[in-house]
């Protein structure tokens, strides 16, 4: 069972990515799922969270307004809409899954992590 995180790469600032996250070996409908990103030399980040039932559960406020987080459940598939890119962006974005709630599974661990996608924002 694994996440594999999709659509990250080389923009310039300003410029709009769609990081997509499916699962391979479960079904991702019956997870939350959310997006966490890091830096080179920074700890990892929060990004975003979507309740199994798709409802928004938290957004970085560095990120509010500039990114939306989103589930097709007939694609089995998770989104990350992100929107203005700044340099400050750049980071490896991952995504990750939990049985449980978004609060208790950002606070306590995801139970799977993709290997993430490089998204890099320079002009």
């Known amino acids: 069972a694994q996440l594999v995180e999709s659509g990250g790469g080389l923009v310039q600032p300003g410029d709009s990515l769609r990081l997509s996250c499916a699962a391979s070996?479960?079904?991702?409908?019956?997870?939350?799922v959310a997006w966490f990103r890091q830096a080179p030399g920074k700890e990892r980040e929060g990004v975003s969270c979507t309740s199994k039932r798709g409802s928004t559960e938290f957004y970085a406020d560095s990120l509010k307004g500039r990114v939306t987080i989103s589930r097709d459940d007939v694609k089995h598939t998770v989104y990350l809409q992100m929107n203005n890119l700044k340099a400050e962006d750049t980071a490896v974005y991952r995504c990750?899954?939990?049985?449980?709630?978004?609060?208790?599974?950002?606070?306590?661990?995801?139970?799977?992590w993709g290997e993430g996608t490089l998204v890099t924002v320079s002009s």
């Open positions: 070996g479960f079904i991702l409908d019956y997870y939350a």
């Open positions: 990750a899954a939990t049985t449980s709630d978004c609060s208790a599974g950002m606070t306590y661990g995801m139970d799977y």
